[in-house]
């Protein structure tokens, strides 16, 4: 919050004011709505396009959506869709060659530079944009049209008045209230009679657009009404992760046997990276048009549960289903620490919730911390 702003109240009827607002500053609005029977992000214009009245169910595997008995804008968890898509595309083509006579030139991509408004952006996925803040343009080496995506979002954070089955970011310390890294925060108050936001302002930038919404101060019972809602969804996260000596204990049991337990299950299909809204690894390949003589080098997201990932001069280095998990629960959750100063998950859960079998990080964690030393001693992380 910027020093001298107190909490204001904007109410549901006015909401609208600040999509508008937004619209008039030249951002493209982009928030939840429901498509394909999921919440997912995509523009919104209207108060209408949001999800009022839904919620979601999410348990290992599972996830649906059901109906509320209020109308909640923001009463659900988190989709499968994290923000991540707008900030690091998916696919992104980096260059093209086309031939220019006996010669070519080289055309650099030309993206759309409407800065987007992020409405409705969890606190752990705060902190997520946070942790691909520091890999991608934290450093000596800086992800261009990264940076220039994320230094022109406006983020419009929604403290989370609903705990999914597979949250645990009040044990990451990611959530559930927003504490930083939003221009403007919002917590829903749904009461009989009664609709509102308290807002809290987080930038110069989130001052001017709240601005040209109608607002007041938030009284004293409306602020604690918020705190209340923060409350009580930390009370009732579905899952936990003991975070304590996290990783000296995953790095000194790399030949644990759970790791062979969690592999007979595993897919590897790469849900769970794709999802997560911290991953960040890409692949790159180099394609070529006959018909127009030109060709061009495309990046795509690619996962380290994929073969070909770790795949040196000699072949795949990580060929087995329980080498590949362990390498991605293990530098999640430990090594992540050492390259980057920060764990590499925020427990938002999806990467429970979208795993088509049901493997759930926290409870691989505690089975192993269950045994710790049962089976320790390093090994080669090869096999």
């Not at 992020?118 to 996925?125: I, S």
């Not at 705060?126 to 940076?147: E, P, T, W």
């Amino acid at each position: 919050m910027t020093e001298g702003t107190r909490d204001r109240l904007v109410e549901r009827g006015d909401l609208q004011a600040l999509l508008d607002a937004l619209r008039a500053g030249g951002y493209r609005v982009v928030g939840p709505t429901v498509r394909d029977g999921a919440i997912a992000y995509d523009s919104v214009e209207r108060v209408e396009d949001l999800p009022a009245g839904w919620t979601d169910r999410q348990e290992p595997g599972r996830y649906r959506l059901e109906r509320r008995d209020d109308g909640a804008l923001f009463g659900y968890a988190v989709g499968p869709h994290a923000w991540k898509k707008l900030l690091h595309p998916p696919v992104q083509r980096l260059w093209k060659a086309v031939r220019d006579g006996d010669s070519f030139r080289v055309e650099a991509e030309v993206e759309d530079d409407a800065p987007v408004a992020f409405l409705g952006v969890r606190a752990c996925e705060l902190h997520a944009i946070g942790i691909q803040d520091r890999v991608l343009m934290g450093d000596r080496y800086v992800d261009s049209g990264y940076r220039a995506r994320r230094e022109a979002a406006f983020i419009v954070a929604i403290e989370c008045g609903e705990a999914g089955g597979t949250c645990f970011c009040a044990s990451m310390g990611t959530g559930p209230g927003a504490e930083s890294g939003f221009d403007l925060a919002l917590t829903e108050l749904v009461a009989p009679g009664r609709h509102a936001f308290v807002v809290r302002v987080g930038s110069e930038r989130g001052a001017h657009i709240l601005e040209a919404v109608p607002h007041r101060e938030a009284s004293a019972d409306e602020r604690a009404a918020a705190q209340a809602v923060v409350a009580r969804t930390a009370s009732r996260m579905g899952r936990e992760l003991d975070t304590r000596g996290l990783p000296e204990l995953l790095l000194r049991n790399l030949d644990h046997p759970r790791w062979d337990e969690v592999a007979g299950r595993c897919l590897t299909c790469a849900n769970c990276t794709m999802v997560c809204p911290t991953c960040f690894c890409t692949s790159v390949a180099d394609g070529n048009d006959i018909a127009d003589g030109s060709a061009s080098r495309v990046r795509r997201w690619d996962s380290c549960f994929t073969m070909e990932f770790s795949h040196l001069h000699g072949g795949a280095v990580r060929t087995s289903a329980k080498a590949r998990y362990r390498q991605w629960m293990t530098h999640k959750l430990a090594t992540w620490v050492q390259q980057f100063g920060t764990s590499g998950c925020v427990g938002c859960g999806r990467c429970i919730t979208w795993c088509p079998v049901g493997i759930d990080i926290t409870e691989e964690a505690r089975a192993i911390r269950a045994t710790d030393g049962a089976k320790a001693g390093g090994g080669d992380g090869k096999s």
